[in-house]
């Protein structure tokens, strides 16, 4: 019995030893592979499994052993929760920090600059070059009838409702999430619109609708509130708004050369020298500058303007008809020169 005992006693010994050592070896295999804090970029690709991603970041040298950070994420219980996206990594990051980004999402951000003024097709563009997003996928999403009522807004398509600003943007996100980052940006800015929108009269369509083109017509700042007081005066009288980037946003294939044709084209819904009123929609996606200029313009009796063709961008305004035929034969001059 004694001798029993004895060997269960050192069994039990030999298996405690081995537990502790297995759990040293498991513990340091979750140790930062090196200390050098040089960051690696690392994709989770969206459907990834856990081993596959242990695998790629052990090929990589971000983790020690791939069996090891597998096991503990089963342990921690976050085995399923892995989120797709770029990760900025580093060799002396632990298993479990690592783990723990994965996880949380803290992916990787690229900064992209909207301009104001550009149609959808030039920001889903600029969204592609940047690698955010496919080109045609977004572009299917912003044309889309159903997109305006499913996002919020109003309108045939997207069109003005993609919001100029920089954002910081992760790859890998679908093209939805993106369209919703600019459109929700655009309704943020439209919360401290909407009651002097209301106050006026104007629905949200009128209102980007007009923007867009005040946009189009002045890269001035100062003259955005008196551009918009000339096309709401014309509106308010029933005259015809009779403006060039309207007539250009409704020409197929525009080739930069605006002819007398075009002007006289009835066929063309957004010719505004034939057509009354606001054309159908947006022809551009207007910054938070242009769309205040709409509900809050300048109080003047304007109803005309011509570029002074100074090169400084602005505007000569007129009141009568008279005024603007000299403004017009002096811009002509000025081209001239």
């Not at 085995?79 to 580093?90: C, K, M, N, V």
């Not at 655009?186 to 009269?201: M, N, Q, T, Y």
């Not at 007081?229 to 005259?239: D, I, P, Q, S, Y």
């Not at 006289?264 to 551009?284: F, K, Q, S, V, W």
């Amino acid at each position: 019995m004694r001798r029993s005992s004895a060997i269960a006693a050192g069994l039990a010994a030999l298996v405690a030893v081995a537990g502790f050592a297995g759990w040293q070896w498991f513990e340091a295999q979750l140790a930062p592979v090196s200390a050098s804090p040089q960051v690696v970029v690392f994709r989770v690709e969206r459907g990834a499994t856990l081993p596959a991603v242990a695998r790629a970041l052990e090929a990589q040298g971000l983790i020690r052993n791939a069996t090891a950070f597998r096991l503990h994420a089963r342990r921690t219980g976050r085995d399923g929760s892995l989120r797709a996206g770029e990760y900025e990594l580093a060799p002396a990051l632990p298993a479990d920090e690592i783990l723990e980004r994965l996880v949380r999402g803290n992916v990787r951000t690229h900064a992209v600059a909207i301009p104001e003024g550009l149609r959808m097709e030039a920001i889903a563009a600029r969204l592609a070059d940047a690698g955010l997003v496919d080109r045609d996928a977004f572009l299917a999403i912003a044309r889309d009838p159903a997109s305006a009522a499913a996002y919020g807004v109003e309108g045939e398509t997207l069109e003005g409702y993609l919001f100029p600003e920089t954002y910081r943007l992760a790859r890998g996100l679908d093209p939805d999430e993106v369209v919703g980052a600019l459109v929700g940006q655009f309704l943020r800015v439209w919360a401290g619109i909407e009651p002097l929108a209301r106050a006026r009269g104007l629905s949200m369509h009128d209102v980007v609708t007009l923007a867009s083109i005040v946009e189009k017509e002045t890269a001035v700042p100062d003259e955005r509130p008196l551009i918009a007081a000339v096309f709401l005066n014309r509106l308010e009288r029933g005259m015809r708004l009779e403006t060039d980037p309207t007539v250009i946003y409704g020409i197929a294939d525009f080739d930069g050369n605006l002819r007398r044709r075009d002007l006289a084209d009835e066929t063309n819904p957004y010719n505004t020298y034939r057509i009354p009123g606001l054309p159908p929609g947006p022809i551009a996606n207007p910054g938070a500058g242009a769309l205040r200029a709409v509900v809050e313009p300048a109080e003047t009796p304007y109803l005309f303007f011509v570029a002074l063709g100074d090169g400084s961008g602005r505007h000569a305004f007129s009141v009568t008809y008279r005024e603007h035929q000299a403004n017009v034969t002096a811009y002509l001059r000025r081209r001239r020169r």
